[in-house]
């Protein structure tokens, strides 16, 4: 499988206070839920973790399996940096590099119908409560398209594991 990576946006998730022993506080637990589910589908997969909920900061992490709660330890002891950064800087990041982006929405186009590029990609998603209007206008006005696994919303960590199941069985 190719290079995917993965972005999660949240808006409650505060990267100042990650609390190991209490991953339910601003939701943590869907974020980091997600970053694992996706590291564990794939060797070859980065994940940003984009949190805003004290703040606008981003976490960048490849090559790291762990539990969730491994990875609030590794993320509350500083093991795994934490940089002010906001969604639109990774978007920029990214763009530059060259990598495609869609947002996955249930609004979105089925992604069975698109020829989603092998060789590297990446999928943007948001926690809980989606991503917010104004989110979503910053991605319209990148240029990214919505593709969908279906036309009901997904628990995020789903969506790592069920999207990973269709680049892999892709021919």
């Known amino acids: 499988m ?3 990576t ?7 998730a505060c990267a100042l206070r990650v609390n190991p022993a209490n991953l ?3 939701r943590m637990d869907v974020v980091l839920d997600f970053a ?12 940003y ?8 900061y981003l976490v960048h ?3 790291f399996e762990a539990t969730t709660t491994e990875l609030a330890r590794a993320l509350s002891t500083g093991n795994i940096r934490i940089e002010r950064g906001s969604l639109r800087d990774v978007l920029r ?7 495609p982006l869609y947002y996955l929405h249930e609004s979105g186009r089925w992604i069975g119908d698109v020829d989603v590029p092998r060789d590297s990609v990446g999928f943007i998603v948001g926690d809980q409560d989606g991503l917010s209007v104004e989110d979503e206008d910053m991605l319209g006005s990148f240029g990214i398209p919505r593709l969908s696994l279906g036309r009901r919303p997904y628990l995020s960590w ?13 021919p």
């Open 158 to 170: 789903f969506i790592a594991v069920i999207l990973s199941s269709i680049l892999q069985r892709r």
């Open 93 to 99: 990041a990214l763009q530059g590099r060259g990598v």
């Open 6 to 12: 993965y972005i999660i946006k949240s808006d409650t």
């Open 49 to 56: 973790i984009v949190m805003a909920g004290c703040g606008e």
């Open 36 to 47: 694992v589910e996706a590291l564990r589908a794939s060797k070859e997969a980065e994940v």
């Open 61 to 63: 992490i490849r090559g």
């Open 24 to 26: 339910v506080e601003g």
């Open 2 to 4: 190719s290079r995917v």
